[in-house]
C-alpha cells in the first residue's frame, strides 16, 4: 500500500513532468517512460496551422444536440459548439467515421492560457503543500494520511483509511492550521473570508482549495481548465468515471478529486460528527465504587495472573503512590496457604521474582499485572480527571492466583495441592483491610481482575463455565460485605483466554457473555495482540501491558462511572451474499490492521452454515466505522454463524495448544513505551460468534 509520502512523491514527479511538457520550446520534445513527446509549444506549433486553415468555414452550433441534430455536413468543415450547459461540451469538432468529434486541440489562445494558469496552480499547490511541514509528520500511524502537520509533527488535517477528513476545529488548532499553511507568506491568499484557510489559490489569489474553519469542511472553486490540467497518470482509480484524481487509497479508491464536467471539488466531508458513537453506560448507584483512602484492586486466577515467566521483574522501583503487602504483590499469609509470607505489613508497589503460589523449586516468576494496573490508572485519571493520587485518595494492589488452577479449584471449597486457595484472596482482603485500619485510613474492595480460562479450555462446557463465573462473583460479593461491611458491588474485570481458542471456544465465548450480561462485570482485553513467552505464558512486558489494559478499564468504572467500554459484538445479518457484522466501538473507525496485529487468514473471520464453511471473497470495514462487511461465493443456508478468531493463528504467533487470533481493532490512540519501545493500546476485537440473520 503506497503511503501518503510516495503519493506526495509520484505527484511531485508528475508536476515536473507537467512543467517540462508546458514551459518547453518549440522545438522541444520529452522521454517520458521512454517514450518522446512534443512539448506543448511544439504540438501547438505542429497541429495549430493545419487546424485554422479549416477554422474559417466552421458551422456554430449553440448545444451539442444542437450540432448532433444537423446530421452530415455537406463539405469537409469544422463546427463548433459556444452555449453548451455542459461545459465539456463546448469547443470544436470535426466529422469523422459517421460522427462529430471534439478536436484534440482548440484555438492556440484557448490553449495556450488553459496551460499557464494550470502550470501556475500546479506550482502554487507545491509550494502550499510544502509549507505544510508534510516532511515534519512523525505520528506514525499508517491509516492516517497527513495533509497538514504543526511544527511538532502532529496531524492537523488528513484523510483516515475510509477516506473521511481527519480535522482537528479546536481554537488552537485552528491558528497551528493557519500557521502551517501561511508561514512565509507562501500562499497568496487575497479573498477576504477570515473563516477560510487556503491550502493553494490561483496567481489572483482566490482559493482553489481550501479549509473552512466553521464547518470543518474541505471546500474549493475549481474552474474546468484546471480539472481538465490533471493528469489521469497521476493516480490509477476505478470505479470513478468523470472523475479526476488527486489522491487515491491501495485500491484506487478517490480520496480527493475534481468532477470533469463542473469542475467542483468531491470528497468533502463534514467532520462535526464522522462517526457515531455509542455513549457510554452509565452504572447504578450499587455498581459505583466508594472513594475510599485505601481502594483495593486484587488480581485473582492461574499462572498469567501472578507472572510465571514473566521474568525479570520491570517495575523495580516505586512509580507512584500505590501500596502493596510487604512482601510484594505476590505475598501470602504466614500460616496459611502459599509460599511467600508477607501479608503483615505494607510498602510502595514494587515487582519482584518471588512467587508464593507454588513450591520454592525455581519457577520463572517475574512482573505481575500490577504495576500496569497501576500506572494505567494514576496516569489516566490524572490526565484526564485531575486526580491527585499524592494526597488522599491511594491505590492498593496485588495478585492472589495460583497457576495450573481450573476455576472450580478456585472457589470456595475448591481443593487443590495447596488446599483451598481461595483462602489466598480472602487473605488479602482481610489483610489489606486491617492494615489500612492500623493507619487510621478507609478501605474497600473495588474490584477483582479475573485472568483465568486455560484450565478449563476444553474440559468444562460453556454453561458450567458460565455458572463458576456467577459463583465466584458472588463469593467476592460476600467476601466484601463479611470483611468491610459495605455494600456496594464489588466490579468484575475479566480478560478473554488465548491458549487453545482454536481448539475449543466455549470459555473465550462464556467470559464475553458473561460481561456482556452483567453491569458490574467487564472485558478488559482480549491477548492474541499481547507479548507471549514461548509456552504461551505473557513474558515480561505482555504482563505489564495487559495490566494497563485493566488499569484503563477500572478507570473508566471507578472514575468516569461507566460501564467499561470494549469491542462489543452486536448482530450479524446477511442479503445475497454479502454479510454485515457490527459491533460498539470505543473509538471508531474500526480498522482490519494487518501491520500492528499479526496476519491472519481472513483477518480472523469464518462463516460457515448448514453446508459447510463458505470462502470469503472480500473484506472491508464499512464508512459508518462500526460496520464491517464481508462479501461470500455463495448465498448462506440455514444455521449460518459469523466466527472471529477461533479458526485461524496470525503468522508469528505463539501456538499454545491450537490457539487463534484476528486482525480486527479500533481506533485508540492511547501509546506506552517500554525499553525504548512503543507499544499502540488500541482496543482488539474478542473472539466471539453471532448467528447469521438471514434478510
Known amino acids: 500500500m503506497k503511503s501518503f509520502f510516495d503519493l506526495v512523491a509520484q505527484f511531485q514527479l508528475q508536476i515536473d513532468t507537467l512543467d517540462s511538457l508546458l514551459s518547453g520550446s518549440e522545438d522541444e520534445t520529452v522521454i517520458i517512460n521512454g517514450v518522446e513527446k512534443s512539448t506543448l509549444s511544439k504540438a501547438v506549433k505542429d497541429n495549430f496551422t493545419a487546424i485554422k486553415t479549416m477554422v474559417n468555414g466552421r458551422l456554430p452550433f449553440k448545444t451539442k444536440d444542437e450540432m448532433i441534430a444537423s446530421g452530415e455536413p455537406s463539405e469537409s468543415v469544422l463546427a463548433e459548439v ?62 492516517i494520511y497527513p495533509i497538514a502537520t504543526d511544527s511538532n509533527g502532529v496531524v492537523l488535517l488528513g484523510i483516515d483509511q475510509n477516506g473521511r477528513l481527519i480535522a482537528d476545529t479546536a481554537e488552537s488548532t485552528k491558528n497551528d492550521l493557519n500557521y502551517a499553511l501561511h508561514e512565509n507568506g507562501e500562499v497568496n491568499f487575497t479573498q477576504v473570508n477570515p473563516d ?89 448507584t450499587i455498581n459505583q465504587v ?32 500505590t501500596l502493596t503487602f ?24 514494587v515487582e519482584d521474582d518471588l512467587w508464593g503460589d507454588l513450591p520454592p523449586n525455581g519457577l520463572n516468576h517475574g512482573e505481575t499485572p500490577c504495576s500496569g494496573f497501576s500506572d494505567a490508572v494514576v496516569q489516566l485519571s490524572a490526565k ?36 483451598e486457595w481461595w483462602l489466598n484472596l480472602r487473605n488479602s482482603v482481610e489483610q489489606a483491610s486491617l492494615l489500612a485500619q492500623s493507619a487510621g485510613k478507609t478501605y474497600s474492595l473495588n474490584g477483582v481482575g479475573w485472568i483465568q480460562g486455560e484450565g478449563n479450555a476444553v474440559n468444562s462446557n460453556y454453561e458450567a463455565y458460565k455458572a463458576a463465573l456467577k459463583e465466584l462473583d458472588g463469593a467476592i460479593q460476600d467476601l466484601s460485605v463479611s470483611v468491610t461491611g459495605k455494600t456496594h458491588k464489588v466490579q468484575f474485570f475479566c480478560y478473554q483466554t488465548f491458549a487453545r481458542s482454536g481448539q475449543a471456544d466455549q470459555i473465550p465465548q462464556a ?36 495490566g494497563r489494559y485493566f488499569g484503563r478499564a477500572y478507570k473508566h468504572v471507578a472514575i468516569d462511572k461507566v460501564k467499561a467500554p470494549y469491542i462489543k459484538p452486536i448482530s450479524a445479518v446477511c442479503e445475497g451474499s454479502k454479510v454485515i457484522a457490527t459491533y460498539e466501538v470505543p473509538k471508531p473507525p474500526l480498522v482490519i490492521d494487518y501491520e500492528g496485529l499479526a496476519s491472519t487468514k481472513d483477518a480472523g473471520f469464518k462463516v460457515i452454515d448448514s453446508a459447510g464453511s463458505l470462502f470469503i471473497k472480500e473484506l472491508k470495514v464499512l464508512p459508518t466505522g462500526n460496520q464491517v462487511e464481508l462479501t461470500l461465493d455463495r448465498a448462506i443456508e440455514e444455521s449460518a454463524q459469523l466466527r472471529y478468531a477461533f479458526d485461524y493463528l496470525g503468522q508469528g504467533l505463539i501456538n499454545y495448544a491450537i490457539s487463534a487470533s484476528g486482525n480486527l481493532r479500533d481506533s485508540e490512540t492511547e501509546t506506552v513505551t517500554l525499553n525504548n519501545v512503543e507499544y499502540r493500546l488500541f482496543n482488539v476485537t474478542p473472539h466471539h460468534k453471532l448467528n447469521i440473520i438471514k434478510l
Open 290 to 321: 466508594p472513594e475510599s483512602d485505601w481502594n483495593h484492586f486484587a488480581f485473582y486466577g492461574q499462572s498469567l495472573s501472578v507472572g510465571i515467566q514473566s521474568k525479570p521483574a520491570l517495575t523495580t522501583s516505586a512509580k507512584y503512590n
Open 326 to 349: 510487604e512482601g510484594g504483590p505476590k505475598s501470602t499469609k504466614e500460616g496459611s496457604v502459599g509460599y511467600n509470607p508477607g501479608m503483615n505489613g505494607y510498602k510502595l508497589l
Open 511 to 546: 467470559q464475553l457473555d458473561f460481561c456482556n450480561e452483567n453491569d458490574n462485570a467487564h472485558l478488559a482485553t482480549p491477548i492474541y495482540h499481547l507479548p507471549l513467552a514461548h509456552d504461551g505464558h505473557f513474558n515480561n512486558v505482555g504482563s505489564y501491558l495487559v
Open 384 to 419: 484526564h480527571n485531575g486526580v491527585d493520587w499524592d494526597s488522599g485518595q491511594q491505590l492498593f494492589v496485588n495478585t492472589a492466583g495460583r497457576g495450573s488452577s481450573s476455576i472450580f479449584n478456585l472457589l470456595p471449597g475448591g481443593t487443590s495441592s495447596d488446599g
Open 82 to 143: 459556444w452555449a453548451d450547459n455542459t461545459v465539456k461540451n463546448n469547443g470544436l469538432y470535426g466529422w469523422d467515421n459517421g460522427e462529430w468529434v471534439p478536436a484534440k486541440l482548440d484555438t492556440y489562445i484557448a490553449t495556450y492560457e488553459m496551460a499557464d494558469f494550470s502550470k501556475q496552480l500546479s506550482e502554487r499547490s507545491t509550494a502550499s503543500l510544502a509549507r505544510s511541514n508534510l516532511l515534519n509528520f512523525k505520528d506514525t500511524k499508517a491509516d
Open 196 to 284: 477560510i484557510t487556503p491550502f493553494c489559490t490561483d496567481s489572483f489569489g482566490k482559493v482553489i482549495l481550501g479549509f473552512d474553519n466553521k464547518t470543518g469542511c474541505l471546500i474549493g472553486d475549481i474552474s474546468k481548465a484546471y480539472a481538465n490540467s490533471v493528469s489521469n497518470s497521476l493516480v490509477k482509480h476505478k470505479n470513478a468515471e468523470g472523475v479526476k484524481p488527486i489522491y487515491t487509497d491501495a485500491h484506487g479508491k478517490v480520496l480527493l478529486g475534481f468532477d470533469e464536467q463542473t469542475g467542483d471539488l468531491i470528497g468533502s466531508v463534514k467532520q462535526s460528527t464522522p462517526y457515531q458513537l455509542t455513549p457510554a453506560k452509565a452504572l447504578p
